[in-house]
């Protein structure tokens, strides 16, 4: 008897980690996509009732985004989706690009031609989501791209880690695809990067991977374009539109 409840008890332990895994998943997607704006607030109980699940592992769930700064709870007040700090993004680009720079040289090293052709293919569904003004799918060929040339350099563990370190990154860059211009401006510098690539070029390939990712650092312009509540800084400071 004791054997049985046992098991009946690591069944229900392990849906809630299923659930809860479920849930942050979900969340984290929502956030990062700006569907969920910096802000925000966020209620467990209509969580779990969406889901159809206790309001245990939607704490949990909230609990691991908090961990990485993407919710803020609050004691006597509530969980809010964390705004956007300004303040910490120009460290986490830099940290991007060297990365992602070890990565490239590997990958115009050891890259084949049908990962190559592959690149190119993730070029090509970029250009035609910004032609069509398509964000959603613009972003996910953005990420393939970047992937890939991790993949191809033999480094893919390299991708995991920038996936860690651009997550407040990313929510600024989903505000500034929309900006005219912005998108068919990315895909210029990926054709760039392909290109060095293509022709076994290290230092070209990096200098341009270089510059792209260095071109998502702010810009007083794009600043004053947006929401002053999706950010914990007062916008309008002098070293934030340096940064």
């Known amino acids: 008897m004791l054997t049985v409840i046992g098991g009946m008890r690591d069944r229900q332990a392990a849906r809630g980690r299923t659930a809860a895994a479920a849930i942050h998943g979900l969340l984290r997607d929502d956030i990062l996509s700006l569907r969920l704006a910096p802000g925000s607030q966020l209620n467990e109980k209509d969580i779990a009732a969406q889901h159809g699940v206790s309001r245990t592992p939607v704490r949990e769930a909230l609990l691991r985004l908090s ?3 993407l919710v803020d709870i609050v004691s006597k007040s509530g969980t809010y989706v964390s705004r956007i700090p300004l303040a910490d993004l120009p460290e986490a680009i830099t940290i991007r690009r060297i990365l992602e720079q070890h990565a490239v040289r590997a990958a115009v090293e050891r890259a084949s031609k049908s990962q190559i052709i592959e690149l190119g293919a993730i070029v090509a569904r970029m250009a035609e989501a910004a032609e069509a003004a398509d964000t959603e799918s613009f972003h996910r060929a953005d990420e393939a791209f970047h992937e890939a040339i991790a993949a191809a350099g033999g480094h893919p563990g390299v991708w995991t880690l920038v996936r860690h370190v651009k997550l407040q990154v990313d929510r600024f860059r989903r505000l500034t695809l929309p900006l005219a211009g912005r998108m068919a401006r990315v895909v210029a510098e990926h054709e760039a990067v392909l ?8 230092d070209a390939a990096a200098e341009a991977l270089g510059r792209h990712i260095d071109g998502l650092k702010l810009g007083a312009e794009d600043l004053e374009r947006f929401n002053p509540d999706f950010f914990q800084e007062d916008i309008g400071r002098p070293d934030l539109k340096r940064a």
């Open 67 to 69: 961990d990485e700064g």
């Open 195 to 202: 290109k060095a690539i293509e022709q076994r070029r290290p």
